[in-house]
T-cell receptor
Framework: EAAVTQSPRNKVTVTGGNVTLSCRQT?????MYWYRQDTGHGLRLIHY???????QIGDVPDGYKATRTTQEDFFLLLELASPSQTSLYFC???????????FGPGTRLTVL | GDSVTQTEGPVTVSESESLIINCTYS????????LFWYVRYPGEGLQLLLK?????QKGSSRGFEATYNKETTSFHLQKASVQESDSAVYYC????????????FGSGTQLTVMP
C-alpha cells in the first residue's frame, strides 16, 4: 500500500513567521509534489521534485521554498508567512510523469 | 491552455438517489490526455477513484462510472444509487501519458448524501 505522510496536520503561525511542512513517502517514487488547495480552486502546484537534490518550480511558487533531502523526504518552507498562505497543503508522490499520484492527508496552515 | 471544469458544489442528494458530477476538460497542449477522478474523504488525502487513458473507454470503481468522451471533452462521474458513505469531495483531473509531469485538477465538488 502506497503511503505518504505529512506533518504537522495543523499549524497556526503569525504573519512573518517561519514554517516548515514535512512530507515523507515510502513508495520508492521518484516524483514528489507540493500543492495548495483553496476554496473555489483546484489543487495548485507549488513545487515538485524528481529526486533527491532536485527542485522544480510549479504554478504558484511565490513565497515558498522547497527542499528534497532524500528520495523519501520533501519539505516546504515558508520563511515569511503571510495570511494569503493560509490554506490546505497536500503532498503527493508518483512513479512517473502524468500518472497516478498518491496523496498525504494534508496540512491545514493558518497564518494570522 | 489546459484546464478542467467541474460541477460547482456543494451537491446534496438523498441516499439511493442517482448522481452525476459533470467534468469537462480542455487539453490544448496534451495530445493524448489521461483522465482521473480522485476522492477525498473527511480527514484524509486524495485517493484515486478511477482513471481512463483511452478515449471512448469507461472506468468504474465502487459503483461509480465515468466515460472518456473525446468529442464532447467530458468525463462525467455517475453513480446509480449513492450511499451515505459516498459523502466526500470529488476532483476531476487531467494528465498526459508522456512529456508532461503535471496533473491538472478541477476545483472539487463537495458531495453530501443524506440518510
Amino acid at each position: 500500500e502506497a503511503a505518504v505522510t505529512q506533518s504537522p496536520r495543523n499549524k497556526v503561525t503569525v504573519t512573518g513567521g517561519n514554517v516548515t511542512l514535512s512530507c515523507r513517502q515510502t513508495n520508492s517514487h521518484n516524483y514528489m509534489y507540493w500543492y495548495r488547495q483553496d476554496t473555489g480552486h483546484g489543487l495548485r502546484l507549488i513545487h515538485y521534485s524528481y529526486g533527491a537534490g532536485n527542485l522544480q518550480i510549479g504554478d504558484v511558487p511565490d513565497g515558498y521554498k522547497a527542499t528534497r533531502t532524500t528520495q523519501e523526504d520533501f519539505f516546504l518552507l515558508l520563511e515569511l508567512a503571510s495570511p494569503s498562505q493560509t490554506s490546505l497543503y497536500f503532498c503527493a508522490s508518483s512513479e512517473g510523469q502524468g500518472w497516478e499520484q498518491y496523496f498525504g492527508p494534508g496540512t491545514r496552515l493558518t497564518v494570522l | 491552455g489546459d484546464s478542467v471544469t467541474q460541477t460547482e458544489g456543494p451537491v446534496t442528494v438523498s441516499e439511493s438517489e442517482s448522481l452525476i458530477i459533470n467534468c469537462t476538460y480542455s487539453a490544448t497542449s496534451i495530445a493524448y490526455p489521461n483522465l482521473f477522478w480522485y476522492v477525498r474523504y473527511p480527514g484524509e488525502g486524495l485517493q484515486l477513484l478511477l482513471k481512463v487513458i483511452t478515449a471512448g473507454q469507461k472506468g468504474s470503481s465502487r459503483g461509480f462510472e465515468a466515460t472518456y468522451n473525446k468529442e464532447t471533452t467530458s468525463f462525467h462521474l455517475q453513480k446509480a444509487s449513492v450511499q451515505e458513505s459516498d459523502s466526500a469531495v470529488y476532483y476531476c483531473a487531467l494528465g498526459a501519458s508522456s512529456g508532461s509531469w503535471q496533473l491538472i485538477f478541477g476545483s472539487g465538488t463537495q458531495l453530501t448524501v443524506m440518510p
